[in-house]
């Protein structure tokens, strides 16, 4: 079975511009996590999409958003970057149904390494 | 916010040599997960503890969620040049999606 991917694997990208980032999860998973990893903060929660909702939200300014399409691939999107916005960006995707939300495991893609100069 | 401390956050070893790693918090989580990442990767899950007091083996790998959910350990006996990673500990927490990491332990074992 295929991992999780995501594309770009690397960006350099200027303050002020936007950027999407893409994520396909593994074959038959609904729900698709995205985290923001850096030194100074470790592995930071951003949202969640199960069926093409956002069932939860971490706290980010309004600048990060993102989506899942049918297909429950997902995209996330930041706009006016900043250089604090240099990251690794990572996606998880799990089935989504556990007995409990904290039960669920979740498998990670290899992330996108952006870099805002 | 529920947070995750893990100590020590690095740990540079022999190979055949044990270590653990920790993970605590003030807080209780609804499970416990733990990750190795590897540079350039994203963290590939090795354990879910969801019980308190549970104890999970895997290989040379040893788990334990404490007794009130608040606390873990990773063991790692005769460690090998291939444990080399960053250790992640994970919370779960009654949030859909949202699990809340500890800063990570570098280990680094040497042939």
């Known amino acids: 079975k295929a991992g999780v991917t995501q594309t770009p694997r690397y960006l350099i990208k200027t303050r002020g511009q936007q950027v999407t980032l893409s994520c396909s999860p593994i074959?038959?998973?609904?729900?698709v996590s995205w985290y923001q990893q850096t030194p100074g903060q470790g592995l930071q929660f951003l949202f969640e999409y199960f069926s093409e909702t956002q069932r939860n939200k971490g706290n980010f300014p309004g600048r990060f958003s993102g989506r899942q399409f049918s297909n429950s691939r997902s995209e996330m999107n930041v706009s006016t970057l900043e250089l604090g916005d240099s990251a690794l960006y990572l996606c998880?995707?799990?089935?989504?149904?556990?007995?409990?939300?904290?039960?669920?495991?979740?498998?990670f893609g290899p992330g996108t390494r952006l870099t805002v100069t | 916010t529920q947070l995750l401390e893990q100590s020590p956050q690095f740990l540079s070893i022999q190979e055949g040599e044990n270590l653990t790693v920790y993970c605590n918090s003030s807080s209780v989580f609804s499970s416990l997960q733990w990750y190795r990442q590897e540079p350039g990767e994203g963290p590939v899950l090795l354990v879910t503890v969801v019980t308190g007091g549970e104890v999970k083996k895997l290989k040379r790998l040893t788990f334990q969620f404490g007794d009130a959910r608040k606390d873990s350990s990773l063991h790692i006996t005769a460690a090998q040049p291939g444990d080399t990673g960053l250790y992640l500990c994970a919370g779960g927490t009654d949030s859909w999606g949202k699990f809340q990491f500890g800063a990570g332990t570098q280990v680094v074992v040497t042939p």
């Open positions: 998880a995707s799990s089935g989504g149904l556990a007995g409990f939300p904290g039960s669920y495991e979740q498998y």
């Open positions: 074959s038959g998973h609904r729900s």
